[in-house]
């Protein structure tokens, strides 16, 4: 097939799965493609890596960004603002009901004080904002469940199919060098194949967990449809992961997927507070083998794997071996910039993170950052629990997606802008953070007989947002 034929077979599909997606929920808002558009550029690539406008040497690039994409992220942390405005959000109310998220923002500003180079620094800091306007954009929508819904499904109709197409017809666009294993390696839309996993990370939970919520209903007409392309999808998503090779996205799927059908079963409505307690014990339980009795690297060489997790222990005793300030760090996003990357780069190799979540926070903001960052981790984590007691649908996923978090940071970076991080930040601070009434349903006891009353969204984000 001829790569313009199949790249116009994409365009078709795509469109009629915007127009004719049975799973389409009337009465979001238009502004949701503003987050959309957000959440695809960081799951793929810059528009200006799109257009081929990037020029000069990579440090340069990471110092100095580019003007499209600086204008393009402009425009739309400008239109965020002015959709909020437009709802009349309360912001004091917000920043009050989110105090650990908001310290870690702020210190994270104050950090440009101390940074070596304090203008990059803010830049980033002014661009990651931006996630946080445009997920209100979300948080505010008059339909919000299905405003998230909306906005992961469309995600993965967008970027699924393409990188498809672009691994089969344009593999000189797609596909990438791994100067890890001297071999090429299938990119996608991303920009690399762990990106590549992150964005099937993101769809295969999706899928899985919408699957599992309206597997119930799967007799009736319309949900038959919908789950036809869930499952679709999901196919499709597990084919692209298995071709991407990226071990931290495969077991982070594995993991949120486990999450969501122990929720979604009877013995996980009955034991949920069992499995509050297992995924933290279970977790902690990992850092110990992992960290003090070399699990990782065992377990990678029975599966065939590098022992040094593809030189990720080379990267932190390198990383930790340059000078910074262990309480404040260097300032936010600034280690890897002027003379510390030269370093890095003579011995590593042209890497530009840590592979660590928790470790690049440590580098970039100190203990004082990672001190608040698992405050507001914790935080996240007592809001879903609370939706876990009410059996609201959105738990399983959000719970699904804080547990494959944590894992996912112990070999990749995420505390960013970043299709992971954003999507955390969805399930932690924009549908769960509604006042009192913080499920989207209640069970009450009436003749004997357990039904459901479904509160209304719109009257909870009128008492939580204004």
């Keep these: 097939m001829p790569p313009v034929l199949a790249l116009m077979i994409w365009l078709v599909l795509l469109l ?21 558009l957000w959440m695809l550029i960081i799951g793929s690539r810059l528009p200006s890596q799109w257009f081929g406008l990037q020029v000069g040497s990579l440090a340069q690039a990471m ?53 070596d180079f304090p203008f990059v620094a803010f830049k980033r800091w002014f661009r990651d904002l931006g996630n946080y ?4 954009v979300v948080l ?42 001297g071999s090429f390696a299938d990119a996608g839309v991303a920009t690399s194949k762990n990106m590549l996993g992150v964005v099937c990370l993101v769809s295969g939970i999706f899928f899985v967990w919408d699957t599992l919520t309206r597997w119930r209903d799967r007799k009736e ?15 499709m998503t597990l084919w692209v992961l298995n071709l991407t090779k990226s071990a931290t996205s495969e077991v982070c799927l594995a993991i949120g997927s486990l999450v969501i059908w122990m929720v979604k079963t009877g013995w996980g409505r009955r034991h949920s507070g069992l499995i509050k307690v297992m995924i933290p014990t279970g977790f902690c339980l990992y850092l110990v083998l992992a960290f003090g009795l070399n699990l990782n690297g065992e ?23 340059i000078r910074t300030n262990p309480l404040v760090g260097t300032g936010y996003e600034s280690f890897w910039l002027g003379p510390r990357l030269d370093r890095i780069w003579e011995i590593t190799g042209r890497v530009n993170e840590a592979h660590n979540g928790y470790l690049e926070v440590y ?30 649908e959105l738990a399983s996923l959000t719970l699904a997606v804080w547990t ?25 601070i924009a549908i769960p953070k509604l006042a009192e009434d913080r499920a989207p349903q209640a069970y009450i006891k009436e003749d004997g007989r357990r039904r459901i009353r479904k509160f209304s969204f719109e009257t909870r984000m009128q008492r939580g947002t204004h």
């Design 16 to 36: 009629g799965l915007l127009c004719f997606d049975p799973a389409r929920e009337p009465g979001t808002s238009f502004a949701l493609w503003i987050p959309l």
């Design 221 to 235: 007409r319309r949900t038959k449809k919908i789950l036809l392309v869930d499952l679709a999808f999901l196919a």
């Design 133 to 136: 306007l445009v997920i209100l």
């Design 363 to 392: 580098l970039n903001l100190g203990l004082v950052g990672l001190s608040l960052l698992t405050g507001f981790l914790l935080t996240g984590y007592r809001n879903t629990c609370k939706d876990l007691a009410l059996h609201s």
């Design 299 to 321: 377990l990678a060489q029975r599966l065939g794997r590098d022992p040094t997790l593809t030189d990720r222990t080379l990267i932190w005793n390198t990383v930790l071996s």
């Design 63 to 115: 110092s100095e960004g580019n003007p499209l994409d600086r204008t393009i992220d402009l425009a739309m942390i400008v239109i965020s603002v002015a959709v909020l405005a437009t709802r009349s959000f309360n912001w004091s109310g917000f920043l009050l009901r989110n105090l650990a998220l908001t310290a870690f923002v702020m210190f994270a500003l104050l950090s440009i004080v101390w940074s």
């Design 404 to 428: 494959a978090f944590l894992f996912y940071n112990m070999t990749e970076a995420a505390f960013k802008s970043h299709p992971m991080w954003f999507i955390f930040l969805l399930g932690s």
């Design 140 to 181: 505010t929508d008059p339909r919000p469940l299905e405003a998230v819904r909306a906005l992961l499904r469309r995600f993965s109709y967008f970027l699924i199919p393409l990188s498809i197409v672009l691994i089969k017809y344009y593999p000189g666009m797609s596909r990438q060098y791994d100067p890890w294993t």
